[in-house]
């Protein structure tokens, strides 16, 4: 292998740990572009190798900074691209999750391997060598079980006293009575504290795909911990937290596939958030968050999705828009979507990491 | 396709002689899929130039330009071939006045190139004069299915007719599939193209095209409309303006002769470069101050001077 070659599939590598699908076509291709332009400046390296290997406009936005790193790095020089951006330093560490296989640990997809709903979403993304080698991401169910998520607290109403006198708590008051023997004071209610109730709408389309193996990790452990409903869309709503609620993960990944089917779909976010209103009220009320857990990417009508996420947050207490993407270096809201939900919720927090996701449950509380 | 193209910057040099000012990182994209026969796939906000690139190719490299404009529920029909259904009726008639009965013969008759309608797919790849320029255009209004058809189409520039065969394109088409990001298109398509993302233009590239388009446009008044569109596009808008519509702007104010803007003729003219009611309705609103948000603006970037508030 020669030089330039291994520094093209070097940096077909970084780019695919940073969720480009990067193949050995593409890099086939890059030969005969670089062939063909003959590039004799960064720059022109640039525009050569950027129409090979990017796919999308927020694959374009990082391409720069993370070319201007590379290459900056290769080369020893510092490249225009970089200027301000957090790549500067050289390239962020690789997440290992963003390798990961399938969309369980080493020693439940073992186990797994035949059935449909072992998921390999970023099987693509995966060399040869990390699909059927020996190095596999740690098993990391144990660590997520024990993330600290702590519950969002609301005061109970404050009870008003009667016209007779204070709001007896009669049961109270007989129970303690009976344990004591006899009467000897009489309880009043108090104001408690109580759990908050959160809906989570969660994003399963295709533009989600990468990080869905994570969410649904996440989700799991959190329907376990925490009062939370869990509606999954992509063509159509559905509850999935019976299917999370199941105690093992294979189980639970099993039976959401088989309860929503639309699974990698399009995105109809307009759609799920009016059936959530219509159908789902009785989840809904002022003692509820409701949290948009996706990209903002709409396929679907966007004419009325700004009635209907206003119609949401009349019939809810909090929106909160968990963006994965949010944090990623160059992002923005660029999308016609992305700004409607932008203007209309009362948070936005990013969500691309088990970090994050915890952090903006936390931040909730 | 070939093209006497030897390096990017003569696509450079062809687009702006057809008035298309491109940048270094699309006239590259344009030279690379030109010489390795991959479509190249075009994305961007609406009005940004993408099917003028297109346009300006085909007139550059002086070959015809066919256009299959993509819409919701197009199918293989529309966009490859159909039969022409009246004319084999009426040969059918023919033949039967001539006291020929219904054969094997009469049916290859009737399913040969002489009753073929070639739709925009089939014209492309089976031209009657050198290759042309495909431009398919607005992708992301098609359905999947339609997707589907032209992975086919697009990495073996091959069709296949079940009553005629397969037909191969002699030399392939330059191929341009635009998008305006209403959807993500699927990733098997993307992977046979070249892509290439089309954003707003600078000021100075901006200001450079409306120049080229609007030769008697004054060179202040030029800048003034640039640096308003510019600004406009920071704007939480439903629809930034696009390059179309800055051009369409200048050209509104050629024709109504206006040497300087001014409040009011900003006013009068705003539905060139703005397409929806909420967004004019924003823009006229007025604040606690008494002045409407397009009059902030204009101060502040200069068009209006702040000391005689209008």
Redesign the interface.
């Known amino acids: 292998m020669n030089p330039t070659l291994y520094n093209l599939w070097l940096f077909g590598r970084t780019l695919r740990t940073h969720g480009f ?1 990067v ?1 050995i ?2 890099m086939q ?1 890059i030969m ?2 670089l062939n ?3 590039p004799r400046t960064w ?2 390296l ?3 190798l ?3 290997v ?4 927020m694959e ?1 936005k990082l391409f720069g900074p993370l070319f201007a790193a590379f290459f900056g790095l290769l080369a020893g020089v510092e490249l225009d691209e970089a200027k301000g951006g957090p790549w500067l330093l050289g390239l962020a560490p690789a997440d290992p999750r963003t390798q990961q296989v399938t969309w369980l640990s080493l020693s439940s997809a073992s186990r797994l391997v035949e059935t449909p709903a072992t998921v390999f979403s970023h099987a693509g993304r995966a060399s040869q060598e990390e699909r059927h080698g020996k190095l596999r991401p740690p098993d990391d169910i144990g660590q997520y079980a024990a993330m600290n998520l702590l519950p969002h607290w609301f005061r109970s109403p404050r009870r008003k006293r009667t016209l007779r006198g204070p709001y007896w708590d009669i049961s109270k008051t007989l129970r303690k009575g009976l344990e004591q023997g006899e009467l000897i004071r009489i309880w009043h209610r108090r104001r408690t504290m109580r759990e908050r109730r959160t809906v989570i709408l969660w994003d399963t389309s ?2 989600m795909e990468s990080i869905t193996p994570m969410l649904f990790n996440f989700l799991h452990n959190l329907v376990k911990q925490r009062q939370v409903k869990v509606l999954s869309f992509s063509t159509q709503l559905t509850v999935v937290t019976p299917q999370l609620l199941n105690s093992s993960p294979e189980y639970a990944l099993n039976a959401l596939y088989e309860a929503a089917q639309d699974i990698h779909g ?1 995105t109809r976010l307009q759609n799920a958030v009016d059936i959530a209103v219509r159908k789902y009220s009785r989840w809904l009320g002022q003692r509820t968050d409701v949290i948009l857990l996706t990209d903002g ?1 709409e ?1 679907g009508d966007i004419k009325t999705l700004s009635a209907s996420i206003k119609a949401l947050r009349r019939r809810c207490g909090r929106v909160v828009w968990w963006n994965p993407w949010a944090s990623r270096p160059g992002y923005s809201y660029d ?2 979507s992305g ?1 409607v939900i932008k ?1 209309h919720v009362d948070l936005i927090c990013s969500a691309g990491n088990f970090g994050e996701l915890r952090d903006a449950w936390n931040v909730l509380g | 396709m070939q093209v006497s193209w030897e390096k990017p910057s003569d696509v450079l040099v062809d687009l702006r002689s057809q008035g298309y000012l491109a940048d270094t990182a699309l006239s590259t994209a344009v030279y690379l899929s030109a010489k390795m026969n991959v479509p190249l796939f075009l994305e961007g906000e609406p009005g940004v130039g993408k099917t003028a690139l297109a346009l300006s190719v085909a007139n550059a490299v002086h070959r015809p330009l066919i256009r299959l404009q993509c819409y919701e529920g197009i199918d293989r029909e529309s966009a490859l071939y159909d039969w022409n259904y009246p004319r084999q009726l009426m040969h059918v008639r023919l033949a039967e006045s001539f006291g020929r009965s219904a054969s094997a013969d009469l049916e290859d008759e009737l399913y040969s190139e002489r009753f073929l309608i070639a739709r925009p797919l089939l014209q492309a790849i089976m031209p009657k004069g050198p290759a042309p320029v495909l431009l398919i255009d607005e992708i992301d209004r098609s359905d999947d299915e339609f997707e589907a058809f032209l992975l086919e189409v697009l990495s073996e520039f091959q069709v296949t007719i079940p009553e005629i065969g397969s037909i191969r394109a002699k030399e392939s088409p330059l191929v341009f599939l635009t998008s305006n990001r209403t959807r993500e298109v699927h990733e098997a398509l993307k992977r046979r193209c070249l892509y290439q993302w089309l954003g707003y233009p600078s000021f100075e590239r901006e200001l450079a095209i409306v120049s080229q388009v609007s030769q008697t446009l004054s060179g202040t008044l030029a800048q003034s409309l640039v640096r308003l569109v510019q600004r406009l596009r920071q704007e939480p808008l439903h629809k930034a303006p696009g390059v179309a519509e800055t051009l369409n702007w200048a050209r509104a104010v050629e024709i109504l002769s206006t040497t300087r803007l001014s409040i009011d003729s900003v006013e009068e003219t705003l539905g060139c470069v703005l397409k929806y009611h909420e967004d004019i309705e924003r823009l006229l609103a007025s604040g606690t101050d008494g002045a409407t948000k397009l009059q902030r603006i204009l101060t502040e970037i200069g068009i209006v001077d702040e000391s005689h508030p209008v």
């Open positions: 699908s193949g076509d593409d291709r005969i572009a063909l332009a003959e720059k022109e640039y525009e050569t950027q129409p090979c990017v796919r999308s406009h374009q295709r533009s399009g990417f396929s999308t016609h700004q203007r």
